[in-house]
């Protein structure tokens, strides 16, 4: 595996890019064509090979959809575990958001965005009604986060976000009020973007973040 993996870097494929066959990289490495198969079947699912047969073996995408499964199916384990999993996930959402800050709000100053603020109405209706907005909130960080182009960040971004959807539900009644203050600093982080101010935006993304950590220590 190792060994596929640096020829990969060593010819500087991308993804997409065809490998060898079996018998050319057992030859290369000096191990049997079993070998390679089997190396190839767990970088595979890694999502580092993707392997079409009949047509051979090529560079994988290399997301972070593996890593997401592991971490969804590790929250699921332990349902005591799992609040303090989350805990972790929204500190890292919130780090990444807030390192994040001067790039969005630089990509969005006077620059409205209808969608998001569409968005942002919805959440607040949906907070009022004292109903969940989860599909609204990721909408929302996707939008705010497109201008920046960035698979990476787009690709964790969504793993956080896919974890923190497999836990949320399990939380009790009782949130009401935090959905409301969750909604409303959407909207701050919205205005705020617009308007080029980083320190409003910094305290927005700390107050929509906050509401979340407080459940979850209380229960």
């Known amino acids: 595996m190792d060994a596929i993996k640096a020829y990969i870097l060593r010819e500087q494929l991308k993804s997409g890019d065809p490998l060898p066959t079996e018998a050319a990289l057992g030859a290369m490495l000096g191990v049997s064509r ?3 198969r089997e190396a190839l079947r767990k970088l595979e699912a890694l999502d580092i090979v993707s392997v079409k047969q009949g047509s051979g073996s090529f560079v994988g995408n290399m997301s972070l959809g593996p890593m997401v499964e592991t971490q969804v199916l590790r929250a699921a384990l332990s349902s005591t575990d799992s609040h303090d999993f989350l805990q972790e996930v929204v500190r890292a959402r919130r780090a990444l958001d807030r390192g994040l800050a001067p790039e969005v709000v630089r990509a969005h100053h ?4 209808p969608l998001l603020a569409d968005l ?18 990721i909408a929302f960080h996707r939008r705010l986060l497109a ?16 974890v923190h959807m497999s836990i949320v539900p399990s939380l009790g009644p009782g949130i009401e009020d935090g959905l409301r203050r969750t909604a409303n600093a959407h ?3 919205l ?24 459940i979850l220590e209380q229960q």
Do not use: C, K
């Open 34 to 36: 079993s070998s390679v």
């Open 147 to 162: 201008p920046l182009n960035s698979p990476l960040i787009e690709q964790t971004y969504s793993a956080f976000w896919l």
């Open 187 to 189: 909207g701050r982080m």
């Open 120 to 137: 942002v109405r919805h959440m607040g209706d949906l907070s009022r009604a004292g109903q969940r907005f989860m599909e609204d909130d």
């Open 191 to 214: 205005s705020a973007a617009l308007v080029g101010d980083v320190d409003e935006y910094l305290e927005a993304v700390d107050n929509h973040y906050q509401p979340l950590l407080e």
């Open 110 to 113: 006077d620059r409205p965005d």
